[in-house]
């Protein structure tokens, strides 16, 4: 029941070792109640107009990569002096900032405490549910897609159980309910059709400006260290 453009994936070609089961991209989660209109790039954590009011994720990837994306370079770039750049314009961003966070921005943003926040689509979705006035937009240099996956380890107890599970998880309608609960998008397409609030899959044009997340090897020593030192900051 797998789309296509998930039976393929790029962190395990054919499909395999794991079962995508949810897929989401990051973006820009706004009060639309508190700004004029959307924001419609990352450099919108650079405007002091809503300083204390903004939130970036508590995280190394989806921080320094919204960054590279900003400047129209690869959210898996190792180039040193594209990753300085991504660090300037994060520490030009930091004063504006509340706080990095991830877990709590969901019930800051439906507060009203936060304005605009950096934030996983399903995440975002899940406080439309309960707040109409929020808002959610991937900006237009580009951003992540990403997805969750199963997988059964080699060492398992029980993987006729496990398989099993997997099988219920890509039924349809089990596929669907999963979508509306979460907010987050599913890879199956035969479920497509049976969800409420799920997002439709990307276009050739979205696709475009959106990357997965690769193993960086050896630069992940870099990223360590540049973000470091802008939480240090």
Same mark, same amino acid.
């Given at each position: 029941?797998?789309a296509?453009?998930?039976?393929?994936?790029?962190? #395990?070609?054919?499909?395999?070792?794991?079962?995508?089961? !949810?897929?989401?991209?990051?973006?820009?989660? %706004? $009060? =639309?109640? *508190?700004?004029?209109?959307?924001?419609?790039?990352?450099?919108?954590?650079?405007? /002091?107009?809503y *300083?204390? =009011?903004?939130?970036?994720? #508590?995280?190394?990837?989806?921080?320094?990569?919204?960054?590279?994306?900003?400047? !129209? $370079?690869?959210?898996?770039?190792?180039d040193?002096?594209?990753?300085?750049?991504?660090?300037?314009?994060?520490?030009?961003?930091?004063?504006?900032?509340?706080?990095?966070a991830?877990?709590?921005?969901?019930s800051?943003?439906?507060? @009203? #405490?936060?304005?605009?926040?950096?934030?996983?689509? @399903?995440d975002?979705?899940?406080?439309?549910? +309960?707040?109409? +006035?929020? !808002?959610f937009v991937?900006? =237009? +240099? !580009?951003?992540?897609?990403? /997805?969750?996956?199963?997988?059964?380890? *080699?060492?398992?107890?029980?993987? *006729?159980?496990?398989?099993?599970?997997?099988?219920?998880?890509?039924?349809? &309608?089990?596929?669907?309910?999963?979508?509306?609960?979460?907010? %987050?998008?599913?890879?199956?397409?035969?479920?497509?059709?049976?969800? $409420?609030?799920?997002?439709? %899959?990307?276009s050739?044009a979205?696709? &475009? $400006?959106? &990357?997965?997340?690769?193993?960086?090897? &050896? @630069?992940?020593?870099?990223?360590?260290?540049?973000?470091?030192?802008? =939480?240090?900051?």
């Open positions: 029941n797998l296509p453009l998930f039976a393929d994936p790029v962190w #395990d070609p054919g499909g395999v070792h794991s079962v995508p089961w !949810g897929w989401g991209t990051t973006g820009i989660a %706004y $009060r =639309k109640d *508190r700004l004029p209109s959307a924001p419609d790039s990352w450099g919108v954590f650079h405007d /002091a107009t *300083r204390g =009011k903004m939130t970036m994720l #508590d995280d190394v990837r989806d921080v320094i990569g919204c960054f590279l994306r900003y400047r !129209g $370079r690869s959210i898996n770039s190792v040193p002096s594209e990753l300085a750049d991504a660090k300037r314009d994060a520490l030009a961003a930091k004063p504006n900032l509340r706080a990095y991830s877990a709590p921005v969901k800051q943003l439906i507060a @009203g #405490d936060i304005w605009l926040a950096q934030l996983w689509s @399903g975002a979705a899940q406080a439309m549910a +309960e707040r109409p +006035e929020i !808002g991937v900006p =237009k +240099e !580009g951003s992540m897609i990403f /997805a969750d996956a199963l997988v059964l380890l *080699r060492t398992a107890p029980h993987p *006729r159980a496990a398989h099993a599970f997997i099988d219920y998880i890509l039924r349809p &309608e089990v596929a669907a309910a999963i979508a509306d609960a979460t907010g %987050y998008g599913t890879p199956n397409q035969a479920a497509q059709a049976l969800t $409420r609030r799920a997002p439709p %899959y990307p050739a979205e696709l &475009e $400006r959106l &990357e997965y997340q690769r193993d960086l090897g &050896e @630069g992940v020593q870099l990223w360590d260290r540049i973000w470091t030192e802008i =939480k240090a900051a």
